[in-house]
């Protein structure tokens, strides 16, 4: 697998900056270029489409670049219309600069900058040297395995990517969680993590949009997201099953009215899931999203489907009288979903060293 890693460019000089922008202002108007004149006119990797470009400054390396990535841009932007059924117009590339090892190479550095990247610039022979730091992510991902040689460049930063060879599967208890506001993690095993987000959620709506306190609140709730995530038991699980969310704080359903999405809105509920599928990631744990239909609603004892059988905080089946935490069961319910897609392979010991 490819892991992206982000690297400072706050240790450049002005002059290297300068031409870091240069380059940057260079090869994005020839990649518009290719998609203004890929757009009324196909055209592929070729000499004919590469010589529509008239006189510039770049080389024949980073035209032939920069058409490769208007031609990403311009199959994407047509797939993505084709999908949605829309009508797109011609895009506008603003991003970016992706560059691979026929521009890029990345090096041990000295002393304090113990990374170097070179980058090939706009006069011939002459290379942007960028001195930057190892951060703990590159020193995690790269104990297992290497740089790729290029990047992904923009005035801000610079993007790096270290190839991970794949290991063998991992075995372990497969655990369904449900996530929420006034807990943020519920699992199938009756465990609770982040009950204090509630209250976090009602400081970013109690702050100004855009003063300090919000961005301090924001960070507050990043914190407490990865800490939240970081208690799941991540060493004893091979599956891990969660809700297939969307459009949580859309629509005008009956239960959806503006004070829901109101109190919906500092919850962000993909970037908890990002979180997750990170986490699963770097522990070899297999993600699975499962339909989240009545996972709330439905009893796990006797199968009967019913909105009475939540009432806040807990769940009462109407029909068979079985109990429990409403947030449990929903966990319940996903794991049950989960094991039917995956097979349940836990044996006993995992289960009680979980519990």
Known sequence: MRRAVKVTLKFTTAKKRRAIIALLSRYRSAVNFYI???????????????????????????????????????????????????????PVFFGSATLDAKFVSIEDGQGSFDLVVRISGLIKGQRITIPTRHTAVTRKWLKR??????????????????????TETKTGATLGIDLGMNKLISDSNGNHY??????????????????KARHRHYAERENF??????????????VIGVEALNDMKRGK??????????ALAPWTYRRVLDRIGHKAEENRVRLLAVPPAYTSQMCPQCGAVAREN?????F???????????????????LGRTLETVGSVESPMLERSMK
């Open 253 to 262: 359903r009956k239960n959806r009215g503006k004070q829901f999405r109101k």
């Open 316 to 334: 009462h089946c109407v029909a068979c009288h079985h109990t429990g935490d409403a947030d449990t069961i929903g966990a319940t319910n996903v």
């Open 36 to 90: 203004h004149s890929l757009w009324n006119d196909r055209g592929s990797l070729d000499a004919a489409t590469l010589d529509r470009l008239p006189s510039t400054e770049l080389s024949a390396r980073y035209k032939s670049q920069a058409l490769k990535q208007a031609l990403e841009v311009v199959v994407g932007t047509r797939k993505a219309a084709k999908a949605t059924g829309k009508m797109a117009s011609c």
């Open 310 to 314: 939540r009432r806040g905080e807990d």
């Open 225 to 238: 997201i990865n800490r939240t995530i970081n208690l799941l038991p991540w060493s004893l699980l091979a």
């Open 145 to 166: 395995g290497e740089f790729v040689q290029g990047c992904s460049l923009s005035e801000e930063r610079l993007t790096l990517w270290i190839d991970v060879p794949d």
């Open 194 to 211: 982040g009950r204090e987000f509630r209250a976090i959620s009602a400081k970013i709506r109690a702050s100004k949009p855009k003063s």
